[in-house]
């Protein structure tokens, strides 16, 4: 009869801890997951917003590069056409072309980043999955130390061999 409630106490004792072990566990893998998404979703708002703050610095650059053109044009006493024209719809072209550049790296930075928060957020589906296996480990270990300390119930433990300087002590055997 005592071996059935020391049985039952150190394998509730073990259930216990093991479960919650494995439960705060993965809350806290679970919130670190969740923290990561959020981070990385504020990356790439951050991504997007620096792009179009930097393709709108390149397009007033521009705009005072093709006033300075046209100023130096109109200067110098030419007509604004023919190869000046040129000219200046080539400063024009190339300065759109360097805004819409700095707005593609920042949708591709942006891209990554939301990448990697949906990522983090997938992943926690796999936390949950493997808190469940923890705590459904933590069962059979339970109902194993259980079962262990019942089939030994019926047993003796002795002891043999004596001491020796050899040894810490003498072996436990059960018989």
């Known amino acids: 009869m005592g071996y059935d409630v ?33 981070i990385q979703r504020g990356q790439a708002l951050q991504a997007q917003q620096e792009a179009a703050y930097a393709a709108a610095q390149i397009r007033r650059r521009n705009l005072q590069v093709l006033g ?18 040129d000219v200046i719809n080539d400063s ?16 591709t930075q942006s891209a990554l980043a939301m990448s990697r928060a949906n990522n983090f957020e997938a992943s926690r589906g796999d936390i949950a999955a493997a ?10 270990g339970a109902a194993g130390t259980y079962y262990k300390i019942r089939a030994n119930s ?22």
């Open 131 to 140: 808190g469940y296996l923890g705590v459904g480990n933590s069962l059979i």
């Open 92 to 107: 024009a072209v190339q300065g759109e072309m360097d805004a819409m550049a700095a707005l593609y790296s920042g949708k």
């Open 6 to 38: 020391a049985a039952v106490i150190i394998a509730a004792t073990s259930l216990v801890a093991g479960v919650t072990t494995s439960v705060v566990q993965m809350q806290a893998q679970d919130d670190q997951a969740k923290n990561n998404a959020a």
């Open 154 to 175: 019926d047993k003796t433990i002795s002891y043999s061999g004596g001491w020796n300087s050899n040894t810490t002590g003498p072996e436990p055997t059960l018989s």
């Open 68 to 85: 300075s053109q046209r100023a130096q044009v109109a200067k110098s006493g030419l007509e604004i056409s023919g190869s000046a024209t």
